[in-house]
Protein backbone atom coordinates (compact mmCIF):
# COMPACT_ATOMS: atom_id res chain seq x y z
CA UNK A 1 0.00 0.00 0.00
CA UNK A 2 1.28 3.29 -0.74
CA UNK A 3 2.65 4.85 2.23
CA UNK A 4 1.77 8.23 1.63
CA UNK A 5 -1.86 7.23 1.06
CA UNK A 6 -1.85 5.33 4.57
CA UNK A 7 -0.65 8.97 6.27
CA UNK A 8 -3.47 11.31 4.64
CA UNK A 9 -6.21 8.74 5.68
CA UNK A 10 -4.43 8.58 9.12
CA UNK A 11 -3.98 12.29 9.53
CA UNK A 12 -7.23 12.96 7.92
CA UNK A 13 -9.33 9.91 9.83
CA UNK A 14 -11.92 12.25 11.56
CA UNK A 15 -12.87 14.74 8.44
CA UNK A 16 -12.54 11.63 6.17
CA UNK A 17 -15.06 9.93 8.60
CA UNK A 18 -17.52 12.90 8.51
CA UNK A 19 -17.58 13.15 4.36
CA UNK A 20 -18.20 9.35 4.25
CA UNK A 21 -21.55 9.93 7.16
CA UNK A 22 -22.56 12.56 5.13
CA UNK A 23 -22.36 11.30 1.70
CA UNK A 24 -25.88 9.32 0.79
CA UNK A 25 -25.65 5.97 1.30
CA UNK A 26 -24.21 3.75 -2.24
CA UNK A 27 -27.53 2.19 -2.74
CA UNK A 28 -25.84 0.92 -5.67
CA UNK A 29 -23.48 -0.82 -4.14
CA UNK A 30 -25.82 -2.20 -1.53
CA UNK A 31 -28.04 -3.92 -4.39
CA UNK A 32 -25.04 -5.30 -5.54
CA UNK A 33 -23.75 -6.69 -2.85
CA UNK A 34 -27.26 -7.75 -1.60
CA UNK A 35 -27.88 -9.97 -5.31
CA UNK A 36 -24.28 -11.66 -5.00
CA UNK A 37 -22.83 -11.95 -1.45
CA UNK A 38 -23.94 -15.40 -0.12
CA UNK A 39 -26.69 -14.71 2.49
CA UNK A 40 -25.55 -15.04 5.91
CA UNK A 41 -22.23 -15.77 4.97
CA UNK A 42 -19.08 -14.81 6.96
CA UNK A 43 -17.41 -11.43 5.01
CA UNK A 44 -14.66 -9.15 5.05
CA UNK A 45 -14.45 -5.55 4.34
CA UNK A 46 -10.89 -4.51 2.95
CA UNK A 47 -10.40 -1.10 3.05
CA UNK A 48 -13.56 -0.34 5.19
CA UNK A 49 -12.24 3.03 5.88
CA UNK A 50 -14.72 4.43 9.50
CA UNK A 51 -17.48 1.25 9.10
CA UNK A 52 -20.16 2.44 6.92
CA UNK A 53 -20.30 -0.38 4.93
CA UNK A 54 -19.43 -3.26 7.77
CA UNK A 55 -22.38 -1.97 9.94
CA UNK A 56 -25.10 -2.10 7.07
CA UNK A 57 -23.65 -5.68 5.90
CA UNK A 58 -24.12 -6.94 9.51
CA UNK A 59 -27.37 -5.38 9.84
CA UNK A 60 -28.47 -7.32 6.58
CA UNK A 61 -27.05 -10.60 7.75
CA UNK A 62 -23.60 -10.79 6.60
CA UNK A 63 -21.52 -11.51 9.84
CA UNK A 64 -18.88 -8.59 8.80
CA UNK A 65 -15.59 -7.53 9.93
CA UNK A 66 -13.35 -5.04 8.87
CA UNK A 67 -9.82 -4.02 7.73
CA UNK A 68 -8.06 -0.65 6.79
CA UNK A 69 -4.24 0.28 5.94
CA UNK A 70 -5.37 3.56 8.52
CA UNK A 71 -4.91 2.95 12.49
CA UNK A 72 -6.64 6.47 12.34
CA UNK A 73 -9.90 5.22 10.54
CA UNK A 74 -9.78 2.07 12.36
CA UNK A 75 -10.08 4.20 15.31
CA UNK A 76 -12.90 5.58 13.77
CA UNK A 77 -14.92 2.66 13.13
CA UNK A 78 -14.39 0.98 16.21
CA UNK A 79 -15.69 4.13 18.44
CA UNK A 80 -18.82 4.38 15.68
CA UNK A 81 -19.55 0.49 15.26
CA UNK A 82 -17.98 -1.33 18.84
CA UNK A 83 -19.92 -3.59 18.42
CA UNK A 84 -18.51 -5.31 15.42
CA UNK A 85 -14.34 -6.41 14.51
CA UNK A 86 -11.92 -3.92 12.97
CA UNK A 87 -8.52 -4.70 12.46
CA UNK A 88 -5.15 -2.41 10.87
CA UNK A 89 -3.91 -4.83 7.79
CA UNK A 90 -2.04 -3.71 4.86
CA UNK A 91 -2.60 -4.88 1.28
CA UNK A 92 -1.49 -6.94 -0.53
CA UNK A 93 0.18 -8.60 2.10
CA UNK A 94 -3.24 -8.39 4.58
CA UNK A 95 -0.88 -10.01 7.42
CA UNK A 96 -3.55 -11.51 10.11
CA UNK A 97 -6.28 -11.98 8.06
CA UNK A 98 -6.71 -15.74 7.61
CA UNK A 99 -7.30 -17.45 4.00
CA UNK A 100 -9.81 -19.57 3.26
CA UNK A 101 -11.90 -17.85 5.77
CA UNK A 102 -14.56 -15.66 4.03
CA UNK A 103 -17.89 -16.56 2.02
CA UNK A 104 -17.61 -12.79 0.47
CA UNK A 105 -14.65 -10.28 0.28
CA UNK A 106 -15.52 -6.49 -0.49
CA UNK A 107 -12.72 -4.07 -1.39
CA UNK A 108 -14.20 -1.21 -2.77
CA UNK A 109 -11.95 1.29 -3.95
CA UNK A 110 -9.22 0.78 -2.56
CA UNK A 111 -6.80 -0.99 -5.29
CA UNK A 112 -5.81 2.27 -7.46
CA UNK A 113 -3.95 3.22 -3.79
CA UNK A 114 -1.42 0.50 -4.64
CA UNK A 115 1.24 0.93 -6.42
CA UNK A 116 0.47 -0.35 -9.95
CA UNK A 117 3.46 -3.42 -9.24
CA UNK A 118 1.14 -4.46 -6.23
CA UNK A 119 -1.82 -4.51 -7.82
CA UNK A 120 -1.91 -8.49 -8.78
CA UNK A 121 -0.14 -9.81 -5.12
CA UNK A 122 -3.20 -7.90 -3.88
CA UNK A 123 -6.03 -9.45 -6.03
CA UNK A 124 -4.58 -12.90 -5.41
CA UNK A 125 -4.37 -12.14 -1.84
CA UNK A 126 -8.33 -11.18 -1.81
CA UNK A 127 -9.25 -14.58 -3.69
CA UNK A 128 -6.84 -16.30 -0.70
CA UNK A 129 -9.48 -14.93 1.87
CA UNK A 130 -12.35 -16.73 0.30
CA UNK A 131 -14.04 -20.25 0.77
CA UNK A 132 -14.40 -22.43 -2.00
CA UNK A 133 -17.50 -21.01 -4.01
CA UNK A 134 -16.83 -17.34 -2.02
CA UNK A 135 -17.69 -14.14 -3.50
CA UNK A 136 -15.45 -11.15 -4.28
CA UNK A 137 -16.79 -7.63 -5.17
CA UNK A 138 -13.36 -5.65 -6.03
CA UNK A 139 -13.88 -2.14 -7.60
CA UNK A 140 -11.31 0.81 -8.01
CA UNK A 141 -11.56 4.18 -9.48
CA UNK A 142 -9.25 4.74 -13.16
CA UNK A 143 -6.86 7.71 -13.73
CA UNK A 144 -6.34 8.70 -17.67
CA UNK A 145 -2.84 7.90 -17.94
CA UNK A 146 0.06 7.33 -15.07
CA UNK A 147 -1.08 6.53 -11.73
CA UNK A 148 -1.33 10.50 -10.11
CA UNK A 149 -2.40 11.45 -6.05
CA UNK A 150 -5.14 13.71 -5.74
CA UNK A 151 -5.33 17.10 -4.02
CA UNK A 152 -4.95 15.55 -0.67
CA UNK A 153 -2.17 13.45 -1.26
CA UNK A 154 -3.38 9.81 -2.10
CA UNK A 155 -2.21 7.55 -4.74
Excluded at 17 to 29: G, I, T
Excluded at 140 to 147: A, I, Q
Aim: charged share 20%.
Amino acid sequence: MDSMTIETYTSGAASYAAEWANQPAPDDLYVRLAQYFRPQGRTVDIGCGSGRDVAWLNAHGYRTSGYDASEGLIAKAATEYPQYAFGVATLPALKGVAAASFDNVLCETVIMHLPVAQIGAACRRLVELLKPGGVLYLSWRVTDGDSARDSAGRL
